[in-house]
């Protein structure tokens, strides 16, 4: 029940504001070069996800991708959530954002700044990442959200 709601408010929000401007990956928060070296496969390119200009796949030439989500005004109200363990077990972060946490079972992390959701997920098994990746991920993927934090608050508003 609670995953069902989950889903269609994230739908709604993706959806409400895919007008807002350009997307995730016009926007260049984050480049092929930033997220290299988690994948075994290589970065092939960026890619929009129709119907939601808040996320992007960096994708490689099979399944295993990596995608970005940014939800401003969801972020506190979404790691609370997660946080919760209504939805999955996760592990707090220090250093990410305001708060965030980590969710093991599907290698995610999920932060807050400022209310701004950032949610970096990591599509494939475990051996569709790089050779050492899985030991330093968390840590990774916070760096990511911590850089699209420092890249918003240096754009004009």
Same mark, same amino acid.
């Given at each position: 029940?609670?995953?069902?709601?989950?889903? $269609?408010? @994230? &739908?709604?929000?993706?959806?409400?504001? #895919?007008?807002?401007? *350009?997307?995730?990956?016009?926007?260049?928060?984050? %480049?092929?070069?930033d997220v290299a070296g988690i994948l075994s496969d290589p970065i092939v390119g960026m890619k929009d996800i129709p119907g939601?200009?808040?996320?992007?796949?960096?994708?490689?030439?099979?399944?295993?991708?990596? $995608?970005? @989500? &940014?939800?401003?005004?969801?972020?506190? #109200?979404?790691?609370? *959530?997660?946080?919760?363990?209504?939805?999955?077990? %996760?592990?707090?972060?220090?250093?990410?954002?305001?708060?965030?946490?980590?969710?093991?079972?599907?290698?995610?992390?999920?932060?807050?700044?400022?209310?701004?959701?950032?949610?970096?997920?990591?599509?494939?098994?475990?051996?569709? &990442?790089?050779?050492?990746?899985?030991?330093?991920?968390?840590?990774?993927?916070?760096?990511?959200?911590?850089?699209?934090y420092k890249a918003l608050a240096a754009q004009p508003k």
């Amino acid at each position: 029940m609670m995953r069902t709601g989950w889903l $269609t408010l @994230m &739908l709604t929000c993706a959806c409400a504001s #895919a007008a807002r401007g *350009q997307s995730v990956c016009a926007r260049k928060l984050l %480049t092929p070069n930033d997220v290299a070296g988690i994948l075994s496969d290589p970065i092939v390119g960026m890619k929009d996800i129709p119907g939601d200009a808040q996320s992007c796949n960096f994708v490689t030439t099979s399944f295993p991708a990596i $995608t970005v @989500m &940014l939800r401003p005004g969801l972020g506190r #109200a979404t790691v609370s *959530q997660w946080a919760s363990g209504q939805i999955m077990p %996760t592990t707090p972060v220090a250093g990410v954002g305001d708060r965030a946490v980590w969710v093991s079972a599907s290698n995610e992390i999920v932060a807050d700044k400022s209310n701004v959701l950032c949610d970096i997920r990591v599509r494939g098994a475990e051996r569709d &990442l790089a050779q050492g990746a899985a030991e330093g991920l968390q840590k990774r993927l916070g760096d990511l959200c911590n850089k699209i934090y420092k890249a918003l608050a240096a754009q004009p508003k």
